[in-house]
């Protein structure tokens, strides 16, 4: 069975702090890739990163750093020096190697006040 | 590419009653997916499909339940005889022909609906 789990329910910082958020996933398949989707009120999910499973490179863009660590099965996040405009809920999720279903975590709510 | 376009936006209607709610891909997307969020919860996936044919479904899809995709383009998913627990925002999603599973979907805005 596969599984997301993101623990952190919310998290609320000033603006310009650091922020991380926590992802981990269980799946017993060799080949599976690990997705990160922000929802700003608007509803709709914008894509913002995937990782393979064959891939523990981690990767900055601009502002958005991520972590893989395959031999704790986490996927974490970070947003340097967040802004009002990364208030939005970010969800982890995992899909396996021949399967369509992308499998999602509860999200975690961030909220960046000024 | 104009993205993904879900209508209506909320929906509120009776308990018992039809509900249908379309969703438009992004033009040449083949691949077509539904899910379900519910209040405070990651999305769940309802069902697949790959041009006109329904390839996946999920058993949170209830025989009220029906998606279609008749010619391959947009998608009508119809709830018969709602019910309260079917209050959710309904996501639609797309990929391009061809994409792999590491391919990323890209989501509607989503219909929500309010049974009362």
């Known amino acids: 069975a596969q599984k997301v789990t993101q623990a952190q329910t919310e998290i609320s910082v000033v603006e310009k702090e650091d922020v991380t958020l926590d992802c981990v996933y269980e799946t017993r398949d060799t080949t599976y890739y690990l997705f990160w989707y922000k929802q700003p009120p608007s509803g709709e999910l914008v894509f913002l990163i995937r990782r393979n499973s064959f891939d523990e490179q981690n990767e900055i863009s601009g502002r958005y750093s991520w972590n893989f660590q395959k031999s704790t099965s986490s996927f974490n996040f970070t947003i340097t020096a967040s802004q009002v405009v990364d208030s939005a809920v970010y969800f982890c999720?995992?899909?396996?190697?021949?399967?369509?279903?992308?499998?999602f975590g509860t999200g975690t709510r961030l909220l960046v006040s000024p | 590419d104009t993205g993904v376009s879900q209508n209506p936006r909320h929906k509120i209607t009776k308990r018992g009653q039809n509900v249908t709610f379309r969703c438009d891909p992004i033009s040449e997307h083949n691949r077509l997916y539904w899910y379900r969020q519910t209040l405070g919860q990651g999305p769940e996936f309802l069902t697949y499909f790959q041009n006109e044919a329904q390839l996946e479904k999920s058993r949170l899809l209830s025989d009220r339940f029906s998606a279609e995709r008749p010619k391959g383009s947009f998608s009508t998913l119809e709830i018969q005889r709602t019910e309260q627990g079917d209050s959710a925002m309904y996501l639609c999603?797309?990929?391009?022909?061809?994409?792999?599973?590491?391919?990323?979907?890209?989501f509607g805005n989503g219909t929500r609906l309010t049974v009362t």
């Open positions: 999603a797309s990929s391009p022909r061809d994409s792999s599973y590491n391919s990323p979907l890209h």
């Open positions: 999720a995992l899909r396996s190697a021949g399967f369509q279903k992308l499998v």
